[in-house]
């Protein structure tokens, strides 16, 4: 990465119509290589889709500026609130890489922390997340980012945050995956697996299982993006696995390489 560009690419923005982060279009990861022609192209972020208008789930940054927070909330029943902080895979304005957990707190401030807060579904809900609580909290300074769901690797250790980030990624199922990450020396590791049998035989992965494999590649930094049918990378514009729908999903950010 001292040569290549990590960019994040989608129409995202914050809409007074649809008072939220996200975008009326989606594209495929063929549309998304035609408008920018990076080599490598990866699908983003979790979204989903309400009255006209696609809303971002995760964040995204681009260019020093915080285009979309990671989702701020999570709830069952609409009674009962969690406040998860979640995962994000940043380039830092120093250059450095890092993989962190995130929450824009009541201050509008965006925070990211050294560990996430210690929700859990089957537990009662904790305070949302501030400059306070979490421990270690710092405003994020990041110029690129892309956020996920599991953060896989913080500084070298495998950490699996699935249970804390809350949102339903089928963690523990063998799913299609995609996930990013960064080694010491600086290489970026793009990863995606099959999964649902498209190829006879292929399940696909666990979380835990994609943490080990992005770590014996040597990665000490991971985050788990959108997968399921979202999950497909192109190389100089080519499929390198058959996605789970049968064809590419339209999805509302990628990841690109340059």
């Keep these: ?19 939220g982060y996200g975008s009326k279009s989606i594209h495929t990861p063929s549309e998304f290589y035609e408008s920018s022609k990076a080599p490598v192209i990866i699908n983003g972020g979790l979204f989903f889709y309400s009255a006209g208008f696609y809303y971002s789930q995760n964040l995204v940054i681009r260019e020093g500026q915080l285009l979309a927070p990671n989702q701020n909330y999570y709830s069952k029943d609409w009674v009962t609130m969690w406040y998860p902080t979640l995962g994000a895979f940043c380039q830092m304005k120093d250059g450095t890489f890092q993989t962190t957990w995130t929450y824009q707190a009541s201050d509008r401030i965006n925070y990211g922390y050294p560990a996430p807060a210690d929700n859990d579904i089957n ?11 979490p421990n270690g909290a710092k405003a994020l300074e990041a110029t690129t980012g892309i956020g996920g769901v599991t953060v896989l690797l913080r500084a070298g250790d495998i950490k699996n945050t699935y249970v804390e980030e809350m949102l339903d990624i089928s963690a523990a199922s063998n799913q299609p995956r995609t996930a990013i990450g960064i080694t010491t020396d600086k290489k970026m590791i793009i990863f995606v697996c099959e999964g649902r049998n498209m190829t006879e035989g292929v399940a696909g992965l666990t979380t835990a299982n994609v943490a080990k494999v992005m770590k014996d590649l040597g990665c000490t930094e991971a985050l788990n993006l959108d997968g399921g049918g979202s999950s497909c990378m192109l190389v100089n514009g080519k499929e390198t696995i058959k996605g789970s729908d049968g064809k590419q999903r339209k999805v509302l950010t990628a990841v690109g390489i340059k």
């Design 123 to 133: 537990k009662d809900p904790l305070q949302a997340p501030s400059s306070t609580f």
């Design 1 to 19: 990465m001292s040569k290549a560009k990590f960019e994040v690419l989608g129409d995202i923005a914050f809409s007074q119509e649809a008072n």
